[in-house]
């Protein structure tokens, strides 16, 4: 997955290049969100801090690499394995 990050994402409107450390933040959050389970904001927040990077620009370029409305099923499925758990 982390081969798929993009060289350039549309960041307020231009196309910006990806530095060499959000370009590692970005393949530490897709680490986090396969291996740990964490959220797309959770994953980018984390893996941002710790470059020192906006989150928003990690956010973005996740969203190139994973399918469309992948986030959005995980967190549905997250949901029916907690109510399957308390009954």
């Known amino acids: ?3 798929y990050i993009p060289q350039k ?3 307020r409107g231009k196309e910006r ?3 060499k450390k959000e370009n590692l933040a970005t393949g530490r959050a897709i680490w986090f969100i396969i291996k740990k389970g964490y959220g797309i904001s959770s994953a980018s927040s984390r893996a941002s801090g710790s470059f ?3 989150p928003g620009k990690i956010e973005k370029a996740i969203r190139q690499v994973f399918p469309q409305d992948y986030f959005t099923h995980f967190q549905k499925s997250k949901n029916t394995q907690t109510i399957k ?3």
Request: aromatic fraction near 6%; charge should be neutral.
């Open 1 to 3: 997955m982390q081969s």
């Open 9 to 11: 994402i549309r960041w």
């Open 17 to 19: 290049e990806l530095s």
């Open 52 to 54: 020192n990077v906006v």
């Open 85 to 87: 758990e308390l009954k």
